[in-house]
């Protein structure tokens, strides 16, 4: 893939994730619709990367850093499209990661961006908090570690949960 079109493929994701989070009543209301345009972002060799990098974590139940995340997937890339720190990397890959998760709530799976987490507390950005008008709300460190959980088991098999649903 040439730089053009990593750039304009960069470009097509933001303007689908812009388009979610200013109609995100509509999506609400039309979850079908939620979920055929993450199927179109899944033809975006960018966000496939990005999701398949979280799948492979939680299939080995295991948290990953934001700055993490951003490297592995650059990597495969072979060129720095996501900011791997400061302020634009939380800017940057927030947005990816909400619609991540609500896609995946809508799916029926636990919350898979609760496994990417911020190296100064081990605990996910703030956009995580904020993401809770379309989705279960989770208010504490507790439920974040029992959602963690529920994601490595439902991926990996991993873990023995209690008072799963």
């Not at 791997?84 to 990816?96: H, K, M, W």
Request: charged share 30%; hydrophobic share 35%.
């Amino acid at each position: 893939m040439t730089n053009n079109n990593k750039n304009r493929e960069v470009q097509e994701i933001r303007k689908l994730i812009r388009e979610v989070y200013n109609n995100g009543e509509e999506y609400r209301r039309n979850p079908k619709k939620l979920i055929r345009l993450f199927r179109k972002l899944l033809n975006y060799h960018l966000w496939r990367e990005i999701y398949m990098t979280l799948i492979k974590k939680a299939i080995d139940g295991k948290t990953i850093y934001y700055s993490e995340l951003a490297y592995e997937v650059n990597k495969i890339m072979g060129e720095t499209l996501l900011p791997e720190q400061g302020n634009q990397l939380g800017v940057t890959l927030g947005p990816i990661l909400g619609i991540i998760s609500w896609y995946e709530y809508l799916c029926g799976r636990p919350l898979l961006s609760a496994i990417v987490i911020r190296k100064s507390d081990n605990t996910p950005g703030d956009g995580f908090w904020g993401m809770n008008e379309y989705i279960p709300k989770i208010d504490n460190i507790e439920e974040i570690e029992e959602e963690q959980k529920r994601v490595f088991f439902c991926w990996g098999g991993k873990f023995d949960i209690k008072n799963s649903g």
